[in-house]
């Protein structure tokens, strides 16, 4: 006998999209973003990939919602077992770079071997070819919608401008690529992240912090009820450990309380947008 679904609502009539989404960066972000590479450094990556995932799966499981990892290669072969337990739980895959490399510090030659080896490697381990992109750090190159367009990406999830949907321009133009927007508001990483090095971070906020800050950026999306998408940015080493994991099971619940919430993959908000947009501009 099945449970009855909790979570999951329709694009159909939905008040407002929620996309719970989840970088799986483990060791890629000391070694490529911050550039550090001691033993120490990468086990706080490893803590994302022994710990983090699993407790995660759990959650989404119990509550049977979707969500969105974005993956970057490097940890998709250093961590293989953890990304196709990702994929047969039915969670979408995204590309995050290969070893969470900066856009605008690299060549139009080195972005796009960064892509392709992306690619590469969730093919190579999952056999997922990525529809959508989150720049590693949320960062951008002039180049890089050029090249995502190239590699046949669908959405991006790197820009900050809305709270909702919309299509990306580049360099005056407008894309066939859709933005599904976040919010450092929205991201552990900005509240919760502590290091010594190579930058000095605080971090480590209260989990009723974080609470009041997601909680009142989803009320007020939803009072304003104007096709909102809200996307929370996780990372398996951040909101992994347990009063993190308590204070994401708070939130869903309390989202959970509210009619008219779809929880939805990334990829089904970019689709959502676009068969809407397209009907709009048809007579
Ligand atoms: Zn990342």
């Known amino acids: ?38 033993p120490s450094a990468l086990s706080r990556g490893a803590y ?10 759990r959650l989404l499981d119990k509550y049977h919602l979707p969500a969105t990892f974005f993956i970057p290669g490097d940890t998709a ?15 979408e895959i995204g590309h995050h770079g290969y070893c969470h490399e900066p856009p605008p510090g690299l060549s139009l030659t080195e972005e796009r071997e960064m892509i392709e080896r992306g690619i590469d490697a969730l093919e190579r381990q999952v056999g997922v070819r990525p529809r959508g992109y989150r720049s590693p750090s949320w960062e951008l190159s002039h180049n890089t919608y050029a090249l995502l367009a190239e590699y046949g990406i669908e959405y991006d999830a790197s820009q900050l401008a809305a709270d909702r949907p919309y299509w ?7 894309t066939d690529i859709v933005e599904v927007p976040g919010a450092w508001e929205l991201c552990d ?4 992240m502590f290091a010594f090095t190579p930058n000095y971070l605080t971090g480590l906020a209260s989990p009723s912090r974080a609470q009041e800050i997601w909680c009142g950026d989803f009320d007020g999306m939803y009072a304003e009820n104007s096709d909102a998408c809200y996307v929370l940015t996780m990372h398996p080493q951040i909101i992994g450990r347990h009063h993190r994991m308590q204070l994401l099971e708070r939130v869903i619940q309390h989202m959970l309380g509210h009619d008219g919430v779809w929880f939805a993959q990334m990829g089904d908000i970019a689709d959502d947008f676009r068969q809407r947009a397209t009907a709009n501009v048809q007579p």
């Open 189 to 192: 990483s900005s509240l919760f």
């Open 77 to 91: 072969d250093r961590h293989p077992e953890e990304t196709k337990a990702i994929a047969a739980a039915g969670h």
């Open 168 to 174: 990306v321009h580049d360099k005056g133009e407008r």
């Open 48 to 57: 994302g990939a022994n710990e983090g995932v699993p407790r995660i799966l």
């Open 1 to 38: 006998m099945t449970e009855k679904p909790i979570g999951g609502g329709t694009a159909s009539d939905h008040r407002i999209a929620v996309s719970l989404t989840f970088d799986f960066d483990a060791e890629s972000v000391w070694l490529g973003a911050l550039g550090v590479d001691t």
